[in-house]
């Protein structure tokens, strides 16, 4: 798919420590240790809905990566899928009298100007489910032809499933127990309870042919593709394994994430299939995670239809850190406008105080885990006194609008 265009990305003098981040299956804040070539899988979209702010919160904490890999030198690839085959995009259809393709083509050119609008960067390879069959195809015939998958014993449905116990480490990503999975299992798209499997928590491979569903022909007979490998496919055939950083939001650590790293293990026999399972913390609104199931949703594109300023709401989602549940409130967007004013006021001032102190601290506290709290409030502290005893520098101004554009992705 043609991704969405990129901001410029200014260039700073010098550099930070080395960016550490928080690993779901170490359950450690350890230093991530890209080679020239950092790479990063982050899970899209499934394009049935506009795209919401618990969305935007989980690819603007993938942006930092991004940026602060991109300022410690390192070209990025970075590759992100969209579900655009999955039951809830043929529900959504259906529901709707839509045609699948055209809902699912809609929601992602509306992502598309979401990710522009709030200066995300974009991925290198941005790749639908659709366009990536023949190779989700692929993985499946190996794995079936490896005995680590299997048809299920329904002679009018024989789909294919993957045998989690052909995967030394599974459970390593999680660190969940048994009983954790199965719940998981149930309340996330698996199917725990489908006769034949030989383990509930044996996962959809491929779904065989299904009358008034969109199928595909191929070897394993016509259907479609399940989900985990649909992202295992994806990653390993841009990235390779053992890739830096493999992203989502924490409610894909189990069974999405386990099952995408078993499939890569099995596939490749190495381990593990990313360095780092990062896993942003859950957006909600009231006492609910937002979530496109429960319907209480804040869409990026109606703030942006409100004339919401995309830096004010930027600036709004990373107030917190990433890796915390936070509720959406407006009051978020009322103190990331004041903060943004007094940002803006202070790099219109024709003199500030020197910033070396200022980007030295920005760095740190993002090779922190993403600690954009501790970010802001430096922020906060530079403009305060510039606001206050001006200083003499007349190029802090600029350096300072500089850094904040580079690393945190907002224009001053
Ligand atoms: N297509 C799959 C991933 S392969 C999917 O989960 N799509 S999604 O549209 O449901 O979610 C897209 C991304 O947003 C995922 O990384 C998901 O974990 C994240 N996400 C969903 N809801 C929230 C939320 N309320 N807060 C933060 N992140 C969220
Ligand atoms: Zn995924």
């Not at 943004?340 to 920005?362: F, K, M, S, Y």
Request: aromatic share 8%; glycine share 8%.
């Amino acid at each position: 798919m043609q991704p969405w265009t990129s901001p410029p990305v200014p260039v700073l003098p010098g550099r930070g420590p080395a960016l550490r981040l928080h690993d779901t299956a170490t359950r450690q804040v350890r230093p991530t240790k890209p080679g020239h070539t950092a790479r990063m899988y982050v899970c899209g979209i499934t394009p049935y809905d506009a795209t919401h702010l618990g969305h935007a919160a989980t690819y603007l904490a993938f942006d930092l990566v991004h940026r602060y890999w991109r300022d410690a030198g390192h070209d990025v690839h970075y590759v992100q899928n969209v579900t655009d085959i999955d039951d809830p995009l043929l529900e959504r259809a259906l529901r709707d009298q839509d045609d699948w393709v055209v809902l699912g083509m809609r929601e992602t050119a509306l992502f598309r100007e979401d990710m522009e609008s709030l200066r995300v960067l974009p991925p290198r390879d941005f790749v639908g489910a659709v366009e990536a069959i023949g190779e989700i195809i692929e993985v499946v015939g190996k794995l079936l032809a490896y005995g680590a998958a299997y048809r299920i014993d329904d002679p009018e449905h024989p789909d294919i499933y993957f045998d989690h116990q052909a995967a030394a480490h599974f459970g390593s990503e999680s660190g969940y127990d048994e009983q954790t999975m199965a719940r998981y299992s149930a309340e996330r798209g698996g199917d725990p309870e489908r006769p034949g499997k030989r383990h509930p928590l044996d996962a959809l491979m491929w779904r065989t042919a299904r009358e008034g569903e969109p199928s595909w022909d191929s070897e394993l007979g016509a259907g479609r593709p399940g989900w985990h490998v649909e992202c295992s496919a994806i990653a390993l055939n841009r990235l390779g394994t053992g890739f830096d950083v493999q992203g989502g939001g924490c409610d894909l650590i189990f069974p999405h994430h386990e099952l995408s790293a078993a499939h890569a293990e099995a596939l490749t026999g190495e381990y593990p299939m990313a360095q780092h399972y990062v896993h942003t913390g859950m957006i909600g609104l009231g006492s609910e995670r937002m979530s496109k199931s429960k319907g209480n949703l804040v869409f990026v594109s109606r703030l942006r239809a409100d004339q919401v300023d995309p830096m004010a709401l930027r600036l709004a989602l990373l107030s917190g850190h990433y890796r915390t549940d936070r509720p959406w409130t407006t009051r978020m967007l009322d103190e990331a406008v004041g903060r943004l004013n007094r940002w803006r006021q202070a790099v219109a001032l024709p003199t500030g105080v020197p910033t070396e102190d200022t980007v030295r601290r920005l760095r740190a506290h993002l090779a922190d885990d993403l600690d954009t709290p501790g970010a802001l409030a430096a922020l906060d502290a530079w403009a305060t006194e510039t606001l206050t005893r001006r200083g003499r520098d007349v190029n802090a101004p600029v350096h300072l609008q500089a850094a904040v554009d580079a690393l945190l992705g907002i224009v001053l």
